[in-house]
C-alpha cells in the first residue's frame, strides 16, 4: 500500500481535546497531492497521526452549512 501523503494547508478551527491531547478538528487539508479539502477529524498532538474523519469539497461545505443553519438546536 502506498504511503499516505497530506499536508495542513490552514487550519480553521478547533472542535474538542480529548484527555489524551487528541483533537477534533476542522482543516483544509491536501490528500496525496490532490487539491485541498475541507476536513473533519482528530489528530495526535504532533499532528503525525490521525483518525479516520470526513472531507467535503466547497459544495458540500456549503450545502452542510445552509442544512445547520436551518437546524433548530434548541
Same mark, same amino acid.
Given at each position: 500500500?502506498?504511503?499516505?501523503?497530506?499536508?495542513?494547508?490552514?487550519?480553521?478551527?478547533?472542535? %474538542?481535546?480529548? %484527555?489524551?491531547?487528541?483533537?477534533?478538528?476542522?482543516?483544509?487539508? %491536501?490528500?496525496?497531492?490532490?487539491?485541498?479539502?475541507?476536513?473533519?477529524?482528530?489528530?495526535?498532538?504532533?499532528?503525525?497521526?490521525?483518525?479516520?474523519?470526513?472531507?467535503?469539497?466547497?459544495?458540500?461545505?456549503?450545502? /452542510?452549512?445552509?442544512? /445547520?443553519?436551518?437546524?433548530? /438546536?434548541?
Amino acid at each position: 500500500m502506498d504511503e499516505l501523503r497530506f499536508e495542513i494547508i490552514r487550519r480553521i478551527g478547533e472542535l %474538542s481535546v480529548s %484527555s489524551k491531547g487528541w483533537t477534533k478538528e476542522v482543516n483544509l487539508v %491536501s490528500w496525496n497531492d490532490r487539491p485541498a479539502k475541507v476536513d473533519i477529524r482528530e489528530w495526535d498532538p504532533s499532528h503525525e497521526k490521525m483518525k479516520k474523519g470526513i472531507t467535503l469539497t466547497k459544495d458540500e461545505v456549503l450545502k /452542510l452549512k445552509e442544512s /445547520l443553519n436551518n437546524y433548530d /438546536l434548541t
